[in-house]
């Protein structure tokens, strides 16, 4: 689209649409999903729309995670496109799909996240370097975040590792990643954990412009406080903390959808007073 606006313009209008960052999670488990909902493709339709009816106001972006609608086979990518259709134009649509590969194929997976359900970012691997992640910067006002320091207890196996040059994998990762957005038409992020608030600091030091994906929050255990304290970007705004089951599975029963309201509204009053 010609001279759409930055990924980071709009998060901006976002946050100042909503008074908070809050990215509601779409990880939909047919099994967990309250009340009378059918446990088949449908429900998980039903469901998700309720969920966006009910929070659209509060929501600065919903992230499906394309693990659960990819495990409904082929209808799990219709009841996307019917979500992607579903949010409305000033809520941003991150697409949690982890991707990562050589580069026809990472052609491919843009083409398919960004050309065909028109996602406004997607979140992706950086472990086989710069050409992996180059066709999707290719898609004017978008932004692909790359993992970065995660919110997993495993992080650590690989992440944290210090590299011959004294710096960590992770440091590494953030200033070389954010880096290849140079000269192009998309932003490239980061994915830094909530759980990992000891080091979002020093990760938004290194690259003060770059927007974050925060995940962790909520039923992880993450500190909402301290990482929108240390992660909001230069200009005070550049950050989007996720939240899924909190906000999901608020209640068990019918009355699920104004449950999931009543949570996102508490999370984005404890978010106002950053922005």
């Not at 954010?178 to 690259?207: C, H, P, S």
Request: aromatic content about 8%; glycine content about 10%.
């Amino acid at each position: 689209m010609a001279n759409r606006a930055t990924f980071s313009a709009r998060l901006e209008k976002a946050i100042r649409r909503t008074g908070g960052c809050l990215c509601v999670g779409l990880d939909v488990d047919p099994t967990k999903m309250p009340g009378d909902i059918p446990r088949d493709g449908q429900g998980v339709l039903r469901f998700c729309r309720s969920i966006i009816d009910s929070t659209h106001d509060l929501a600065a972006a919903y992230k499906p995670n394309m693990a659960f609608f990819e495990a409904m086979g082929v209808q799990g990518f219709e009841i996307l496109e019917l979500l992607r259709q579903s949010v409305p134009q000033e809520v941003l649509f991150v697409m949690d799909a982890k991707r990562g590969d050589i580069g026809n194929t990472s052609q491919a997976y843009a083409k398919s996240f960004f050309g065909l359900l028109k996602s406004d970012a997607v979140t992706l691997s950086p472990y086989m370097g710069k050409d992996s992640v180059e066709p999707f910067l290719e898609y004017e006002g978008t932004c692909s975040f790359v993992l970065c320091l995660t919110s997993n207890p495993s992080a650590a196996d690989f992440q944290t590792q210090a590299l011959q040059s004294g710096e960590k994998l992770y440091e590494k990762v953030a200033k070389t990643a954010v880096g290849w957005a140079q000269g192009k038409k998309a932003e490239v992020g980061l994915v830094v954990g909530a759980t990992q608030a000891q080091f979002i600091g020093d990760i938004r030091k290194l690259v003060p412009n770059a927007p974050f994906l925060v995940p962790g929050v909520g039923a992880q255990g993450g500190d909402l406080g301290a990482a929108l304290k240390a992660g909001r970007a230069k200009d005070g705004f550049g950050i989007l903390v996720n939240v899924s089951r909190q906000v999901l599975y608020a209640s068990s029963g019918n009355d699920f959808a104004n449950a999931a309201r009543e949570q996102a509204q508490k999370i984005v009053g404890e978010m106002k007073p950053y922005f």
